[in-house]
């Protein structure tokens, strides 16, 4: 289920896209089409993905095409969510889940992103 906003990977791509990124952390969901709380959580995404861009980077990837990342990260459910900081995934979530809630959740990765920012424009 594509998130409006939301950038795809692959696995050809998830290296340069995911772990390749510095300075913000990346928010990955793997989906897939036939999975219904993906479609719940689209919303979610594409809301958080929009609002927090300074902040945060969000991408999806379908297991059903990628089955190396999936492999890789020993994902089993849909939709898993990944936290990757730095090229390290560094919180793991399952399930869909309200925004509020989310945002919860990844509110420590996001601000130790934008103190680095802050202590910039202060300079």
């Known amino acids: 289920m594509k998130a409006h906003?939301?950038?795809?990977?692959?696995?050809?791509?998830?290296?340069a896209e995911v772990l390749g990124e510095r300075g913000r952390p990346v928010l990955v969901e793997f989906?897939?089409?036939?999975?219904?709380?993906?479609?719940?959580?689209?919303?979610?995404?594409?809301a958080i993905a929009a609002e927090e861009a300074e902040r945060l980077k969000v991408v999806?990837?379908?297991?059903?095409?990628n089955p190396a990342t999936?492999?890789?990260?020993?994902?089993?459910?849909?939709?898993?969510?990944?936290?990757?900081?730095d090229g390290e995934p560094v919180q793991q979530m399952v399930g869909a889940r309200a925004k509020r809630k989310l945002l919860?959740?990844?509110?420590?990765?996001?601000?130790?992103?934008?103190?680095p920012a802050a202590?910039?424009?202060?300079a």
């Not at 906003?5 to 290296?15: K, L, Y």
């Not at 919860?104 to 103190?115: D, G, K, Y």
């Open 31 to 46: 989906t897939a089409d036939w999975c219904g709380p993906c479609r719940q959580l689209a919303p979610v995404l594409s």
């Open 70 to 85: 999936l492999v890789r990260y020993g994902v089993l459910s849909m939709p898993t969510l990944l936290v990757f900081r």
């Open 5 to 15: 906003g939301v950038a795809e990977v692959t696995d050809a791509d998830f290296e």
């Open 119 to 122: 202590a910039t424009a202060s």
């Open 104 to 115: 919860q959740e990844l509110e420590e990765h996001m601000a130790r992103a934008a103190a």
């Open 60 to 65: 999806q990837i379908d297991a059903d095409s």
